[in-house]
């Protein structure tokens, strides 16, 4: 099946840097990809939405100062947490849809420690 | 907006036997897609079974099978023959028919426990 592959899986950073996220569509093209938090015991929320190309798409309440997302290319979207906080620390993860927007594929996920 | 309800925080199982998680969602669209999604404790999101709104019969999966009733705006998913392995979070999800457009609205999860 498709693979979608995220990184880093576990990174740490200081109160106030910033730390970017990598995803990437291994053998699909994704013509749109999903951005989700997910805090401890609780459920996956949907961020952002990105499309190749253009601007992402952000949900209510989500800043998109904040979370920088870009997707350049038909395989790889990335989530800047900018100007991080202790509060910004969670579990990310993506998605992908490929063309025919039928499946979405999620990759491993990243956990976003801001100490 | 579409909103996803698992009623069931949590929910115990004996190994072997059968089991249904509860799920309904809220829309007003007429063409959509439901999915049941397991994350174990790695947090890698599996997908257990997906259903067309658009299709009357119900899908299964091997040992997996969900009840959709479409005008009840319900969707369980009932898991036989449960396995230690089984045991994990699981998370009903609604996709509009936006196609590739569309994220997915999640449930709040159910924890799944398998008793030996």
């Known amino acids: 099946g498709a693979v979608v592959s995220q990184h880093p899986s576990r990174v740490i950073c200081k109160s106030g840097t910033s730390v970017k996220i990598e995803c990437r569509s291994l053998?699909?093209?994704?013509?749109?990809m999903f951005w989700y938090r997910q805090f401890p015991k609780q459920s996956l929320m949907l961020m952002a939405t990105?499309?190749?190309?253009?601007?992402?798409?952000?949900e209510q309440g989500v800043e998109k100062d904040k979370f920088l997302i870009n997707h350049a290319s038909l395989t790889l979207s990335t989530l800047t947490v900018t100007s991080a906080h202790p509060e910004d620390s969670s579990f990310y993860i993506c998605?992908?849809?490929?063309?025919?927007?039928?499946?979405?594929?999620f990759g491993e996920g990243s956990w976003l420690t801001v100490v | 907006a579409q909103t996803v309800t698992q009623s069931q925080p949590e929910m115990s199982v004996q190994e072997a036997e059968t089991v249904t998680l509860s799920c309904t969602y809220d829309?007003?669209?007429?063409?959509?897609?439901l999915f049941w999604y397991k994350q174990p404790p790695s947090r890698q999101m599996i997908l257990v079974i997906r259903?067309?709104?658009?299709?009357?019969q119900n899908a299964t999966e091997n040992r997996f099978s969900v009840n959709f009733q479409k005008a009840a705006k319900s969707f369980s998913l009932k898991i036989s023959d449960s396995q230690l392995g089984d045991a994990a979070m699981y998370f009903c999800?609604?996709?509009?028919?936006?196609?590739?457009?569309?994220?997915?609205?999640f449930g709040k999860g159910t924890h799944l426990i398998i008793q030996p």
């Open positions: 998605s992908a849809s490929g063309l025919s927007g039928n499946t979405i594929y």
């Open positions: 053998d699909f093209q994704a013509t749109t």
């Open positions: 990105s499309n190749e190309g253009s601007k992402a798409t952000y």
């Open positions: 829309t007003s669209e007429s063409d959509y897609y």
């Open positions: 259903q067309e709104a658009y299709k009357q």
């Open positions: 999800a609604y996709r509009g028919s936006g196609g590739g457009a569309d994220g997915l609205t």
